[in-house]
């Protein structure tokens, strides 16, 4: 037991680390208003009905010459949050709406008409889905749980997650393969159609050059 312990422990540690490392830091310029140079986009995928935590820290204080939004949205048309003039940590937490790529959006513009001497602002960004958005200190304290059942259940979650993920794909890839089927029938039947029309077209002009020069007694 006194083992099991230890390697959930070790492995546990390994995630969060790599988690931690998955984390983004970019240094976001200041533009007019509109400027596309002031706009910064982060893309990820998420499943539908899923659990996402959006945890942006950003450096600076408000009234400092600049101005960063927040925008998240996914590729159909779904709204998850517009913070505005943001400035230390902010926490969004969404649940998906659809099978589809979502985009973190910052947009840094000047807030007046006086230059300020370094206009960046420094941008960490953590984007946690699914089993790893979820507060798992909170699960434990409301359930009653041991840490290695904590564990357990975070790592069945993950699994859990990892298998719906690889159905999704495999049924994606049934859907591309049959698509794939249906354009090459398609192709080979207006194929074959379209050398049945030039054989019958082949075909009429001879009969009616036949009777054409028949009719004028060239043969």
Request: include cysteine; charged fraction near 25%; proline fraction near 2%.
């Amino acid at each position: 037991m006194a083992y099991l312990q230890s390697f959930l422990h070790t492995l546990c540690s390994l995630l969060l680390f790599l988690a931690c490392g998955e984390a983004l830091k970019f240094d976001i310029e200041a533009a007019s208003r509109g400027d596309p140079k002031g706009t910064r986009c982060i893309r990820n995928f998420v499943a539908k009905d899923t659990l996402v935590v959006v945890t942006a820290t950003v450096d600076g204080y408000k009234g400092d010459g600049m101005v960063v939004n927040m925008h998240i949205k996914d590729a159909v048309g779904n709204e998850y949050g517009r913070p505005k003039d943001v400035a230390g940590e902010q926490r969004m937490a969404f649940t998906s709406h659809a099978d589809a790529s979502f985009d973190v959006c910052f947009e840094n513009h000047f807030s007046g008409s006086k230059g300020v001497g370094h206009p960046f602002r420094h941008v960490e960004l953590d984007i946690d889905i699914g089993a790893d958005a979820k507060d798992w200190s909170a699960v434990q304290a409301t359930e009653k749980l041991k840490p290695v059942e904590t564990e357990l259940r975070r790592i069945e979650e993950m699994v859990a997650e990892i298998v719906a993920e690889m159905d999704y794909l495999r049924t994606r890839e049934q859907k591309l393969r049959d698509t794939n089927e249906s354009t090459n029938t398609r192709v080979k039947w207006f194929a074959f159609g379209t050398m049945g029309m030039l054989v019958a077209l082949g075909a009429w002009q001879v009969i009616y050059l036949r009777a054409y020069f028949r009719s004028k007694h060239l043969i």
